[in-house]
């Protein structure tokens, strides 16, 4: 009853067309869902973890973090060796503690070739009701998940199906952008019918906003992903115990938080693909303030900086260069409750871009290289500029830190 009832449900029409819908099959890795997959063996201490999809006759890993050769190339296994397919009822966790002793998987290859004994799996299941997999992690050995594994392993899995809904959006963009081109053959044909072409023309500004709309919350939930993230690496920071480990969450959350605060900027903005650097970089430094719990009387922040709307890809890196430098500074440069001065600048000149950052901190001892320093905020900022941006940086540390930074803001172009 139990092979029958699974036959039925893996070979069902309406969830393989499902599946065939998100166009992840046979599609190269993604850094979206390895990281996602990263974090998961991270958080619950599990040497693999897949992003499985399951079709008529093998599982698919979309992702796998830690699985032997030679599965980790083919990233692919017949269903004889598949846990996940029997992972197939909606808000049910499948949890496995030892699969030798499971009268259901203890004969499964797997177990053997894969190195599968103990495996926790959460269903991938659409807005319409259907399973298209598992995401999972999987241990070596005996074990019992707790149930704080199981809440990480769901919150990980709806950041999962968040990247699996954005691809089908994305592709029904695709579609619109055909049907817009439709549009416009169909105008062009009927330019000599003044009613058709005009209702050609409401046809094709439909399809624009539509357009736009779906740019819009493809921004609108990459920003609501990104905080996901960030809400279990601060919950992970909770159960740290360790100072230094809790400090290097909260400095990727931060990052993490700049990201995202760019995406809600293009989500409100009226042009898809740049922001007002002036208003970017003010609310970023406005947020780290009050993370930092800093006020207006400890630090006094002046800026000087041009109405510039920049491209995303400029304007993230920049606000990661500003987070690494503010950071910096309100953790080393005021120790004793000093008050201090930060002034922060962004001009155009001789078709550059010139960030400039100053602090009148303690500074770092005279004759001090910066780029030799172990911090890991300070090579970011050298990796980004000269890597990402293709730029310079200079440095001053007399009376304070003073940064002066250029590059291009034509090093990427316009994609939407």
Aim: with cysteine; hydrophobic share 40%.
């Amino acid at each position: 009853m139990e092979n029958q009832d699974l036959a039925t449900h893996v070979h069902d029409p309406a969830r393989l067309a499902a599946l065939k819908a998100v166009a992840l099959l046979d599609s190269p890795t993604e850094e979206a869902f390895d990281r996602l997959s990263r974090l998961a063996t991270r958080f619950v201490h599990a040497p693999v973890s897949l992003v499985t999809l399951i079709d008529a006759n093998r599982q698919y890993f979309k992702s796998c973090i830690g699985l032997p050769e030679p599965w980790q190339s083919s990233r692919e296994t017949p269903l004889s060796h598949s846990f996940c397919q029997h992972n197939r009822i909606v808000g049910r966790p499948l949890v496995i503690e030892d699969a030798r002793k499971h009268p259901i998987f203890k004969e499964n290859p797997a177990i053997w070739d894969l190195r599968v004994i103990a495996y926790l799996g959460i269903p991938l299941v659409t807005s319409d009701g259907y399973v298209l997999g598992s995401f999972c992690v999987i241990d070596s050995k005996p074990r019992k998940w707790s149930d704080e594994d199981i809440s990480i392993m769901q919150d990980l899995t709806a950041a999962v199906m968040t990247e699996i809904h954005l691809r089908t959006e994305i592709a029904a963009r695709n579609k619109a952008e055909g049907e817009r081109k439709e549009c416009a053959d169909t105008n062009n044909r009927l330019h000599s019918e003044i009613d058709a072409r005009v209702s050609a023309e409401e046809k094709l500004k439909s399809t624009l906003i539509e357009k736009e709309t779906l740019i819009q919350e493809i921004y609108h939930r990459t920003k609501n992903n990104m905080q996901v993230i960030a809400n279990i690496l601060e919950l992970q920071a909770e159960f740290a115990g360790n100072a230094q480990v809790n400090r290097t969450i909260q400095e990727s959350v931060s990052r993490i938080n700049t990201m995202a605060l760019a995406h809600e900027k293009l989500y409100t903005s009226k042009d898809l693909s740049r922001i007002n650097l002036n208003e970017y970089i003010r609310n970023l430094v406005k947020q780290m303030l009050v993370t930092h719990k800093k006020s207006s009387e400890h630090i006094i922040v002046t800026f000087d900086i041009e109405e510039i709307c920049a491209l995303i890809d400029v304007a993230i890196p920049c606000g990661l260069i500003i987070n690494e430098l503010l950071s910096n500074t309100l953790n080393h440069a005021f120790p004793y409750e000093l008050k201090g001065k930060i002034a922060i600048g962004v001009k155009r000149l001789d078709n550059k871009l010139w960030l400039t950052y100053f602090d009148n901190g303690v500074g770092l001892p005279k004759g001090t290289d910066i780029l030799q320093q172990s911090r890991l905020g300070v090579k970011l900022i050298y990796q980004i500029v000269e890597h990402q941006l293709h730029g310079s940086i200079e440095t001053e540390t007399d009376h304070g830190l003073r940064w002066y930074i250029q590059f291009s803001p034509d090093v990427y172009q316009e994609r939407v």
